[in-house]
């Protein structure tokens, strides 16, 4: 159904305004026959023709369908006081039909032009047939009529159909280009980001590991005893090796990927990522289910970067859901791709976070360096795949992986 927009603030008189008022005002001066009834129902129209954008509840399904009924209603009123079944003021049975045509889809112009239809026809029932007949040419007037009306109401559906499929068109155009623009901002951010880290962390690289060294040396060379001394270069070797870590994080982030792509089964590779989050001690005890498409054909692949990046969702997954939750992992065929989904029933993600998750560098975890979403979407897009997100807070959250074939 297509909404009536809403009016601009100030917006007091509008072209269409005038031009229903200078319709209907030619109308009444076009009568043959003029009346205080025609007058005051063509009045009645055109004020309910001008009103009716303005009234907030004609904008919904059901106040469309009221519309409706209310110009046909008021139609048949029209045609009632200037002549019925003859009446020159038949044509204003479209305004319902067109409106119905362009609002409310195929049955519901099918339905409006019923209804006017047979309340055209109604009109025959006020005649006397005992006294009057009506000729063939007069009949053959009327079907021919209706066939307008018929006429008017199919044409207008197809010309709403086509600005419907154009408008869908441009949506999903746009979406096309705004998610590509992201893509690219994203890239760009991760380029930039990438040779500042590399160089960062070769230059951090030779004073941790003088530091590591002098840690070990002075451990060593202690005397015995001095156990706070000793507890101490402890303290900076663990934090040499955590920081060393955190760089070679930082410089498997910084580095291209030099992609190893072989034909292999998706469902294989998953579910080794599956078996090492079991596996890994940092991940809270949740279950994992597979919901594997059998359709799912074999396509080429880098696996041990595929088997990271779901290994790293997953963990994420695991790591949003309550104890002994479920993690779903899901697959299916796409057009000329494999879609794959992670799915937690957690906390979901914030909506002012979403469009942040993938950008390196930024978590929401305490202890994370916000690099493991980064990668994964770096190793997609190496793979000519796409990655999205879809979460509802306290809902939890769907990670899709869309994989092409070729």
Not at 70 to 82: M, N, Q, R, S
Not at 268 to 285: C, N
Request: hydrophobic share 50%; aromatic share 6%.
């Amino acid at each position: 159904m297509t909404a009536t927009p809403e009016q601009p603030r100030g917006a007091t008189v509008r072209p269409e305004d005038v031009a229903w008022l200078l319709l209907f005002v030619s109308l009444a001066a076009a009568s043959p026959r003029v009346s205080n009834a025609e007058m005051e129902l063509l009045a009645a129209i055109a004020a309910f023709q001008i009103a009716e954008p303005r009234i907030g509840f004609f904008r919904s399904g059901s106040g469309v369908a009221g519309s409706i009924a209310i110009k046909l209603g008021l139609a048949y009123l029209l045609i009632g006081v200037t002549g019925g079944i003859a009446s020159s003021h038949y044509p204003i049975l479209m305004v319902p039909v067109v409106a119905a045509a362009t609002a409310l889809g195929a049955w519901g112009a099918f339905a409006a032009t019923c209804a006017a239809a047979l309340s055209y026809l109604s009109f025959l029932l006020f005649l006397d047939f005992t006294r009057l007949e009506i000729p063939p040419d007069q009949i053959r007037e009327i079907c021919l009529r209706l066939l307008m009306i018929a006429t008017v109401a199919l044409v207008t559906y197809q010309l709403a159909a086509a600005t419907r499929d154009q408008h869908r068109q441009y949506t999903a155009t746009a979406a096309k280009l705004e998610a590509a623009e992201a893509a690219a901002r994203r890239g760009e951010r991760l380029a930039a980001l990438g040779q500042l880290t590399a160089g960062l962390a070769h230059e951090l690289r030779n004073p941790l590991g003088t530091m590591k060294a002098s840690a070990e040396v002075l451990a060593k060379n202690l005397p015995e005893g001095n156990d706070v001394a000793r507890e101490l270069a402890g303290y900076i070797g663990a934090e040499v090796d955590r920081t060393n870590t955190l760089v070679t994080r930082f410089l498997d982030f910084a580095k291209p990927l030099r992609l190893e792509k072989s034909p292999g089964d998706l469902h294989e590779t998953l579910d080794l990522a599956a078996a090492r989050l079991e596996k890994d001690p940092s991940s809270p005890r949740v279950g994992v289910h597979r919901n594997y498409s059998p359709d799912v054909p074999a396509l080429a692949f880098d696996a041990d970067l595929i088997e990271r990046v779901f290994f790293n969702l997953l963990l994420n997954a695991a790591q949003a859901s309550p104890e002994g939750g479920v993690v779903t992992l899901k697959t299916r065929s796409a057009e000329g791709a494999v879609e794959v989904s992670v799915i937690d029933r957690g906390g979901g993600i914030d909506p002012a976070n979403r469009e942040s998750i993938f950008n390196p560098f930024f978590t929401t975890k305490a202890s994370g360096v916000g690099l493991g979403l980064a990668i994964v979407a770096k190793i997609v897009d190496e793979h000519g795949g796409k990655i999205a997100v879809e979460s509802e807070p306290g809902q939890g959250s769907t990670f899709r992986v869309l994989l092409p074939l070729a």
